[in-house]
């Protein structure tokens, strides 16, 4: 692992905005098998709803959006996720009706990838990690 040269040692949440957290954590649960990992009511009907991949280190805070900030075409969020078979999970995600692009191969040294959306119509791409 890299030495670290600043205050930030890792990235630990991205916050997602959703337009219904119920919606979303069916989204995420159920079409890309995330896990929940923090479900809290806090303040006046106030949720803190996180999610991710099981085992990762990273989390995906679903939030609703700040107010003013909701685009009804969604938001590129550019958030990366990454798989060992970026076929497999294209098929995956197909099969569960989650709306994704075509896979692009670029070529060396760039990954092949994809692009698809959540159910609010944010934008993530999922790419080819090599060993």
């Known amino acids: 692992m890299a030495e670290r040269s600043g205050?930030?040692?890792n990235v630990s949440t991205v916050f997602v905005p959703v337009s219904d957290q119920n919606q979303?954590?069916?989204f995420y649960t159920e079409k890309l098998g995330f896990e929940i990992r923090t479900d809290v009511a806090y303040e006046e009907n106030q949720r803190w709803l996180e999610v991710s991949p099981p085992g990762a280190e990273t989390t995906i805070a679903l939030v609703p959006p700040r107010e003013g900030h909701q685009d009804p075409e969604g938001i590129d969020t550019n958030v990366g996720f990454g798989t060992d078979d970026v076929a497999a999970a294209h098929a995956d995600l197909r099969e569960k009706g989650v709306d994704t692009g075509d896979i692009i191969s670029p070529g060396d040294p760039?990954?092949?990838m994809f692009f698809f959306r959540d159910q609010?119509?944010?934008k993530f791409v999922?790419?080819?990690e090599s060993d």
């Open 7 to 9: 205050p930030i040692a």
């Open 24 to 26: 979303a954590l069916a």
């Open 110 to 112: 760039v990954p092949s």
């Open 120 to 122: 609010d119509g944010n």
């Open 126 to 128: 999922i790419a080819e």
